[in-house]
């Protein structure tokens, strides 16, 4: 018994050892390894096969779809890539927007604070979505800045000509704020290539015509009035019309009116003017007429209309008694 006993004892304390001995060096059996809980590994190994699975079809594109759930990070990547694309192409287009407001502001002269008003004053009518949303072309601000010019170029008629009337003042004033020096300023400045047209505008080629660019020009004046005040509109009038005031393009009076008031202040009769001669086609005829005063040569012109031919006259009269201020022109 008492052998049996120490025997037992011994055995015990054997396995006591054994276990309290550090497991990293324990060699591990097979019957160990295949013992071991599964709960952890078959995972593992799945995981490991689904991601390379997975990267393997992103790589050679002949997969687009996760195949698990644990695999939809790649799918979500592709997602944020393309946000990242269509972001930058936003950004690009901000920017090319902004350098093209800014290319304008350096033509015209001003930095807007509110390029909103630029951008308004070069959009058509025909560019708008809707009919109904008129105030968002142009014509508004045309309709301003048709007013600011005539005050503008006004008060400039009034400073560099003092010895001119009312009449001589309006002539000139009607001549520099008419459509047509107006789409010569327009198209000086190179603006004709941002006015925003729609598919009708642009059908009809309306970029190119005055009245469009005469309106473009206007706006823009009504534009930098809003946006800088009096003093930053007459600016870009008084660099832009300056000129064109010393040197206007049209006749300022009709040398027959400038004729009869010549002739009044002599004391003389009204001019009298006579068809001498008509010659040419039916269609494409030509007149000689002459004008006569009394105690004065008769002076003709020739044109290709009765008006024109008398207008000529009165203008060859007019030169060669030393009257000033009128034209054969127009």
Request: charge should be neutral; include cysteine.
């Amino acid at each position: 018994m008492i052998d049996d006993t120490t025997d037992i004892q011994t055995t015990q304390a054997a396995i006591a050892r054994n276990s309290d001995a550090p497991k990293s060096d324990a060699p591990k059996s097979d019957a160990s390894r295949s013992d071991a809980p599964r709960s952890g590994a078959p995972k593992s190994e799945v995981s490991s096969s689904e991601i390379s699975t997975s990267d393997a079809s992103l790589s050679d594109g002949s997969r687009s779809e996760p195949l698990s759930g644990d695999a939809g990070a790649p799918a979500k990547k592709k997602r944020s890539r393309s946000s990242g694309t269509k972001g930058a192409e936003k950004g690009g287009e901000k920017a090319a927007a902004k350098a093209a407001v800014a290319a304008i502001e350096a033509r015209i002269g001003h930095s807007f604070a509110d390029p909103s008003l630029l951008v308004t004053a070069f959009t058509h009518v025909s560019a708008l979505k809707s009919s109904k949303k008129r105030g968002d072309s142009y014509q508004r601000l045309e309709f301003l800045g048709d007013h600011v010019l005539g005050l503008i170029v006004s008060d400039m008629l009034y400073r560099a000509f003092p010895s001119a009337d009312e009449g001589e003042l309006s002539k000139r004033l009607a001549d520099l704020v008419r459509k047509e020096s107006c789409a010569d300023v327009a198209k000086s400045l190179g603006l004709f290539d941002d006015i925003k047209l729609g598919a009708v505008g642009a059908g009809a080629g309306a970029r190119l015509r005055k009245s469009v660019l005469g309106d473009v020009c206007e706006a823009v004046i009504g534009a930098v009035f809003l946006d800088g005040g009096y003093q930053a509109a007459s600016g870009f009038v008084e660099r832009n019309w300056t000129e064109r005031m010393h040197k206007p393009r049209r006749p300022l009076r009709d040398p027959k009116t400038v004729l009869q008031e010549w002739a009044q202040g002599k004391g003389l009769p009204t001019p009298v003017y006579r068809e001498v001669e008509r010659t040419g086609p039916h269609h494409d005829p030509q007149f000689r007429v002459a004008v006569d005063l009394p105690g004065l040569e008769p002076a003709e012109g020739v044109g290709g209309s009765k008006r024109a031919a008398e207008k000529v006259a009165a203008s060859v009269m007019i030169e060669r008694e030393g009257v000033s201020g009128g034209s054969n022109d127009g």
